[in-house]
């Protein structure tokens, strides 16, 4: 992997920290460069609750950076506005904990960012590389990450927590550079703005309750009743955590939901006699657990989507049929396999025998994989 970076400017680190502590002030300091890139990370806690709680937030323009308290960050009317703003180029790494950190702290689904890690990844990095690995390929320095596990939310942060949050955004304005040079040299200038839009959308839309039984893969050979029964325990689990903040694992894990929703109990003794259902969930939740498997006897299952099944023996060789074209335009571009064709949406391909109704493989990948579609199409009507 050849990555020349002679010509990107890394900004050094402050000498000094800088803090802002006043909404008023940050307002001020965000528009002080318009049209520059911002630079954007966060830290924060989630151990023993549903929603994260925000610790940090770290902020850079050009060669200034500064830390903000989360609740400064919180009362600043700019702050907000630029979150949301789509013509703002907002610059973080791996952000998918991020996004989530805004959308539960603030009811905010921040617009016009960029995933580096994406970029990283499209430019022929690597996929999935993690920030501290890429800043030493690219630019040679090692960052300390002995903080990165501390405590982000008591005060006072100590100077190596604080340095360490300047370097987690020192490094990404040079990194969009040097993404940016490498992508305008493959004709994509344009695919990781589509391609990090459309992970915040997808992300974004994850958050509604409704779908994430689909995502218990385990329930896949459970009755159409079943199922039935299993989105409504997955939605009360839900509902549940977000009203008492704790994690979904910690209220009913996803594995007695299915156990729950396979046996169909009828009465508080049945629901005990299920393996693994602790006897505080009964006496707390029983009566709640047992009217919903109660109301979803007999229900109308038409139009339920269905938890999709493993792949057969039979598909399982006719998926790797069809991967061997995805991978050959992978290699070609130098983008992995991973971003451009995962393995769920692979199986879906499979499972449908059709492209035409994935959206996902539009846009930009619908270049990548120009030189390969007839084939990708002749095998799937074979």
């Not at 006043?22 to 318009?34: C, I, Q, R, V, Y």
């Not at 992508?183 to 695919?191: D, F, P, Q, V």
């Not at 693994?276 to 969930?281: A, D, E, K, R, T």
Request: proline fraction near 7%; aromatic fraction near 8%.
């Amino acid at each position: 992997m050849t990555l020349p970076v002679t010509a990107i400017a890394v900004p050094p680190a402050p000498e000094t920290i800088t803090w802002i502590a006043k909404p008023e002030e940050l307002n001020e300091w965000l528009d002080s460069a318009p049209g520059l890139p911002l630079v954007l990370d966060t830290e924060f806690e989630r151990v023993s609750t549903f929603y994260p709680i925000p610790g940090l937030v770290q902020l850079g323009l050009g060669d200034s950076f500064c830390l903000v308290d989360p609740d400064v960050a919180e009362r600043s009317t700019r702050f907000r506005e630029i979150l949301a703003e789509p013509s703002v180029t907002k610059l973080l790494y791996a952000m998918s904990e991020d996004l989530e950190l805004f959308r539960d702290w603030l009811g905010i689904n921040p617009k016009g960012v960029v995933d580096l890690q994406i970029g990283a990844a499209m430019a022929g990095a690597g996929f999935s590389l993690g920030y501290a690995r890429l800043v030493e390929t690219l630019f040679g320095e090692a960052l300390d990450k002995s903080v990165t596990r501390s405590d982000w939310v008591s005060r006072p942060l100590s100077e190596a927590q604080q340095r360490y949050a300047i370097e987690d955004i020192r490094f990404l304005a040079p990194m969009y550079e040097w993404v940016s040079a490498h992508m305008r040299e493959r004709g994509l200038e344009a695919a990781l703005v589509e391609e990090s839009a459309r992970f915040a959308e997808e992300l974004a839309g994850q958050d509604d309750p409704h779908h994430h039984y689909l995502r218990l893969r385990g329930g896949w050979a459970l009755t159409a009743e079943q199922q039935f029964v299993l989105k409504e325990l997955v939605i009360w689990r839900e509902l549940e955590s977000r009203e008492r903040n704790r994690p979904r694992g910690r209220v009913l894990a996803d594995p007695l939901l299915i156990a729950i929703a396979e046996r169909m109990p009828g009465s508080l003794s049945e629901l005990s006699d299920i393996q693994g259902v602790p006897g505080g969930v009964v006496r707390r939740y029983g009566e709640a657990l047992l009217k919903l498997v109660d109301e979803g006897r007999g229900a109308d299952t038409t139009g339920l989507d269905r938890i999709a099944p493993p792949l057969t023996r039979e598909q399982q060789d006719y998926f790797k049929g069809l991967k061997r074209f995805f991978r050959k335009a992978a290699e070609a571009a130098d983008i992995p396999i991973e971003l451009l064709a995962p393995r769920k949406r692979l199986e879906k391909v499979v499972q449908e025998s059709s492209l035409a109704g994935s959206p996902f493989f539009h846009g930009w990948r619908t270049r990548i994989l120009a030189p390969v579609m007839n084939d990708i199409e002749d095998y799937l009507q074979s």
